[in-house]
């Protein structure tokens, strides 16, 4: 069984830079795709970064150029560099793992997730 845990998350000015951190374990598939979403107060689940074991990444048009989704496949940890941030950047930050359709699009929804971790708190300031 997939276990997530995210740390990482924290409180920073716009403009400033926050590096996600999810450890993965009982993850046995050579092949995988793993993401993060965000969940904010009154706004809709938002699929930010997906990267899959051959290397290739999606991220959210909101999020492009600023944010870098990355993993270390020896200690099996998923990262996200967030860089310039916004306040409406902030929320909830979760990571997951995808068993169908790998896209941003794809972690707005349980039903194609394999697992999601519990979730690390942003918030950016103005």
């Known amino acids: 069984q997939v276990q997530l845990v995210e740390s990482g998350g924290g409180s920073v000015q716009a403009g400033g830079s926050l590096r996600l951190s999810c450890a993965a374990s009982?993850?046995?598939?050579?092949?995988?795709?793993m993401g993060w979403f965000r969940q904010a107060p009154e706004k809709e689940r938002e699929g930010v970064a997906t990267?899959?074991?051959?290397?290739?990444?999606e991220y959210a048009d909101s999020v492009k150029g600023r944010f870098t989704v990355s993993i270390d496949n020896t200690k099996k940890v998923l990262y996200l560099q967030m860089d310039s941030l916004k306040p409406e950047d902030s929320g909830m930050y979760y990571c997951?793992?995808?068993?169908?359709?790998?896209?941003?699009?794809?972690?707005?929804?349980?039903?194609?997730?394999?697992?999601r971790g519990q979730g690390t708190l942003v918030t950016v300031s103005s």
């Open positions: 997951a793992a995808v068993f169908r359709f790998c896209t941003v699009v794809a972690l707005n929804y349980d039903d194609y997730l394999d697992a």
């Open positions: 009982g993850y046995t598939h050579s092949s995988y795709c």
């Open positions: 990267i899959e074991s051959d290397g290739s990444t």
